[in-house]
């Protein structure tokens, strides 16, 4: 139909492989976000005399393109997408020029990029690794990134041959990154010929 919006939709596919026939009950469960509710009250009296009776509400609203007929919902204040891992709390040491400790167990997926900060080109293969742990990724053509954060990280190394290595706290779900050229001078070259050294036991 000509003016008609398209609605996206998605097919989920299943393969179960057993080596016997049998029966089996399988629940699928999905997250969306065009979905919520907020709370209302209606404030009722009989008389004016009489005390006033509150009834809460729930305001429910949906934009999932599918029909909601005949549904057990159930209400919920939490925000699904956030973590519900406590922290394990880290000590802080004073005047030792370290950095404090930073708690975000809400971010559970780190994406970026990383560009040369003098030329702004993107930067491929440069190495991003949870700092302290041997979790890592890189970087693919684009300089674009994605790196899953465990619940214990607080930040995130970035380091490439020729540039500068930079360690920032995670504190945003997107780190957009740039690194700078790291220019050494040589003071003093050393070669050293082990084989033209020849000492005579006789």
């Known amino acids: 139909m000509i003016g008609s919006k398209e609605t996206a939709v998605g097919e989920i596919l299943i393969k179960v492989k057993t080596k016997n026939a049998c029966n089996a009950n399988f629940?699928?469960?999905?997250?969306?976000?065009?979905?919520?509710?907020?709370?209302?009250?209606?404030?009722?009296?009989?008389?004016?005399?009489?005390?006033?009776?509150?009834?809460?509400?729930?305001?429910?609203?949906?934009?999932?393109?599918?029909?909601?007929?005949?549904?057990?919902?159930?209400?919920?204040?939490?925000?699904?997408?956030?973590?519900?891992?406590?922290?394990?709390?880290?000590?802080?040491?004073?005047?030792?020029?370290?950095?404090?400790p930073v708690y975000n167990h809400d971010i559970g997926t780190v994406y970026g990029r990383v560009l040369d900060k003098e030329s702004h080109d993107p930067l491929p293969g440069v190495s991003v690794k949870v700092k302290g742990t041997t979790i890592g990724t890189t970087t693919n053509m684009d300089g674009n990134y994605s790196i899953t954060i465990p619940n214990y990280a607080n930040y995130l190394t970035y380091s490439f041959v020729g540039m500068k290595e930079k360690t920032l706290p995670i504190n945003n779900s997107i780190m957009d990154v740039t690194l700078e050229p790291s220019v050494q001078k040589l003071e003093e070259v050393i070669v050293v010929d082990y084989d033209s050294e020849k000492k005579n036991l006789n």
């Open 27 to 100: 629940t699928i469960s999905y997250m969306f976000d065009n979905a919520g509710w907020y709370p209302s009250n209606d404030i009722k009296a009989k008389k004016l005399n009489e005390p006033l009776e509150i009834v809460y509400k729930a305001n429910v609203h949906q934009d999932t393109k599918v029909n909601w007929d005949n549904v057990n919902i159930k209400l919920s204040t939490p925000e699904p997408k956030t973590s519900g891992v406590a922290p394990k709390l880290k000590t802080y040491y004073l005047d030792y020029n370290s950095l404090p």
